[in-house]
């Protein structure tokens, strides 16, 4: 599947207010790969030890009426959202990176996919706590999300 496509997925997975705003991310996560482990916390992770670990986070600032998804301009497919709507991108595009990268070179990369980035880290923070012997196990990190504005 095309990177493209992996993202307008991902961009049509709902986020809701409940007790785990990501489980239609981690849903599809674990039906796209079986190997990826889940913690106490609900992150996603699999290491292959010596290899880069690539890190996106699951949830997002959009809301669940939010995504305009395909619009086509001269022949062109741009992926919208109205002028006060946020699209969800963070981190979402990540993910489909982290997926891609994997697809490709999948013995040669680890993968880590949190929780709650958007209230201050917490998941990222415990993960790598109660999880430092993993970490460990990687060469580096290399965390996919994006630009701040400015």
Same mark, same amino acid.
């Given at each position: ?7 307008? /997925? =991902?961009? &049509?997975? /709902?986020?809701?207010?409940?007790? *785990? ?14 190997? $990826? ?8 992770? =699999?290491?292959?030890? !010596?290899?880069? =670990?690539?890190? @996106?986070?699951? #949830?997002?600032?959009? %809301?669940?009426?939010? +995504? /305009? ?6 022949? %062109?497919?741009?992926?919208?959202? !109205?002028?006060?709507?946020?699209? !969800?991108? #963070?981190? /979402? *595009?990540?993910? @489909?990176? @982290?997926?891609? +990268?994997?697809?490709?070179?999948? #013995? ?6 949190? %929780? ?7 998941? @990222? ?13 990687? %060469?580096?990190?290399?965390? $996919?999300? &994006?630009?701040?504005? !400015?």
């Amino acid at each position: 599947m095309w990177l493209i496509s992996k993202c307008v /997925k =991902l961009l &049509r997975l /709902k986020q809701h207010k409940d007790v *785990c705003p990501e489980l239609e991310v981690i849903s599809y996560l674990r039906s796209w790969n079986s190997k $990826l482990t889940m913690d106490d916390y609900w992150n996603l992770y =699999l290491i292959n030890p !010596g290899t880069p =670990l690539i890190c @996106a986070h699951m #949830d997002t600032v959009q %809301r669940e009426d939010d +995504v /305009k998804l395909t619009h086509t301009i001269k022949n %062109r497919h741009w992926i919208i959202s !109205g002028s006060n709507i946020i699209i !969800g991108w #963070d981190d /979402k *595009c990540g993910i @489909a990176i @982290a997926m891609q +990268v994997y697809e490709q070179m999948w #013995d040669k990369v680890s993968l880590l996919f949190t %929780r709650q980035e958007e209230t201050g880290m917490n998941w @990222a923070r415990d993960f790598c706590t109660k999880h430092s012997d993993l970490i460990k196990q990687c %060469r580096y990190c290399l965390v $996919l999300d &994006r630009k701040e504005k !400015g």
